[in-house]
């Protein structure tokens, strides 16, 4: 029997289990052999070399400099120059190569009105019919991350945003409707934290059949929308009932349904990340492997 999600993902994503591991001789080493199947490298170069893999293969990406919850003004500003770089690069990329951000990264609690700044640039400096894609964090940042995304959406940006949206949490069927009344790009996900029980749904059927309500309700608004899962049930039950809507993985899971929807024409699009903040990232994955 799996063990308890909760207990599960509070060892994954403690800070001394990484400072633990990261102290023992070779255990960096060891750690980022395991892994790198989830990771595309340290360097935004590592990364574009695995999105040129992926174009090759039929596959479109979404690049994603790790960092969250940044308390340091100077780290949120360098990680905004960083996306402005790679917003510049995408040109030379394939056509569908899009980003991927965590506004927390971009200092989203440090001063959100900077924080919407930073977005509203890495926006206006995509080539034409790319996106930016804003990750979800935990529900304590949800007002605050949809404030900013419908606050540069208004901006004539919404044409250039993604956002993304926890089937889990009971707010969401709200959240969905004002971001599809905004035009931005909708990415669907079942919810990656634990969350208190009077904000979310348990992990599992409650979460999944909240997953497809929202997936169907979507798709039949005609928004520009993803399903991100990796939950094989859901996804063909959604592409059954409309059709080649886009498949969202994360890289490194499942990478053998990645090329079976590829080949059967169903757009996909991997999650590519990289950078140095790795470490809870792959545990968080490895505990999702494992069915927490
Ligand atoms: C592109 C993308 C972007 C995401 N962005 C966010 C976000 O911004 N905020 C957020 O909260 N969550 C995000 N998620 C994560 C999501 O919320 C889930 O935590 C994660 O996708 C696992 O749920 P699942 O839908 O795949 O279903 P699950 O029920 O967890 O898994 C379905 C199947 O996939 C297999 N599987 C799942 N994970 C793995 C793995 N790591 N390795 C091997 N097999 C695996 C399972 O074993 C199971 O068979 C994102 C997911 C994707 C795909």
Redesign the pocket.
């Known amino acids: 029997m799996p063990l308890d999600r909760t207990i599960l993902f509070n060892l994954v994503t403690s800070k001394p289990l990484e400072r633990a591991v990261r102290a023992l001789p070779q255990g960096e080493a060891l750690a980022w052999q395991q892994a790198s199947r989830?990771v595309a490298g340290r360097s935004a170069d590592d990364a574009l070399r695995v999105v040129e893999r992926l174009h090759r293969q039929g596959v479109a990406a979404?690049v994603d400099q790790f960092g969250e919850m940044v308390t340091d003004r100077g780290v949120s500003e360098r990680a905004a120059r960083d996306y402005l770089g790679l917003a510049g690069r995408l040109a030379e990329l394939p056509p569908r190569t899009w980003l991927?951000v965590?506004l927390t990264h971009l200092g989203l609690h440090i001063d959100p009105a900077a924080c919407a700044g930073h977005l509203a640039a890495i926006a206006e400096a995509l080539p034409e019919g790319r996106r930016v894609?804003?990750?979800?964090?935990?529900h304590a940042s949800t007002d605050a991350v949809l404030s900013c995304v419908l606050d540069v959406a208004a901006r004539g940006l919404a044409g250039r945003l993604g956002a993304?949206v926890?089937?889990?949490l009971h707010r969401t069927p709200r959240d969905l409707d004002r971001l599809i009344e905004a035009g931005v790009h909708v990415?669907l996900?079942?919810?990656?934290?634990v969350e208190p029980a009077d904000h979310a749904l348990p992990?599992g059927e409650p979460t999944?059949l909240a997953?497809l309500r929202l997936a169907l309700t979507v798709a039949a608004s005609g928004a520009p929308f993803?399903l991100?899962?990796?939950?094989?049930v859901?996804r063909e039950a959604v592409l059954a009932a409309h059709g080649p809507v886009e498949v969202?993985?994360?890289f490194?899971?499942?990478p053998e349904v990645v090329d079976e929807l590829a080949g059967r024409d169903v757009p996909v699009?991997?999650?590519v990340p990289y950078g140095h903040n790795w470490f809870r990232y792959w545990l968080?994955?490895?505990?999702?492997?494992?069915?927490?």
């Not at 894609?133 to 935990?138: I, K, L, R, W, Y």
């Not at 968080?284 to 927490?292: K, P, Q, T, V």
């Open positions: 989830y979404s991927g965590d894609q804003v990750g979800a964090e935990d993304t926890q089937a889990n990415r996900v079942k919810g990656a934290y992990y999944n997953f993803a991100a899962t990796h939950d094989g859901l969202e993985h994360l490194g899971v499942c699009r991997v999650y968080r994955r490895l505990a999702e492997s494992r069915g927490a």
